[in-house]
């Protein structure tokens, strides 16, 4: 399942869909687009963290965060 969760209510929304696939373990892959403060990102992070057994994060080599 792909979902483009461009914040912390797309994750939790993407959970609350994936929380009705009896599965074994879910597995989140997360990136933030460009020009997101680095709070933002953070909080993906820790909201993703909280939902799947495990996440992978991946950033752009040339990506830029604003402060």
Do not use: C, P
């Amino acid at each position: 399942m792909v979902d483009y969760a461009d914040n912390t209510a797309g994750i939790e929304a993407t959970w609350d869909m994936l929380s009705k696939v009896n599965v074994t373990k879910k597995v989140g892959v997360i990136a933030s687009g460009g020009g997101r403060r680095v709070k933002d990102t953070t909080n993906l992070g820790k909201v993703a963290a909280k939902k799947f057994d495990k996440i992978i994060i991946r950033q752009h080599k040339n990506f830029e965060r604003k402060k």
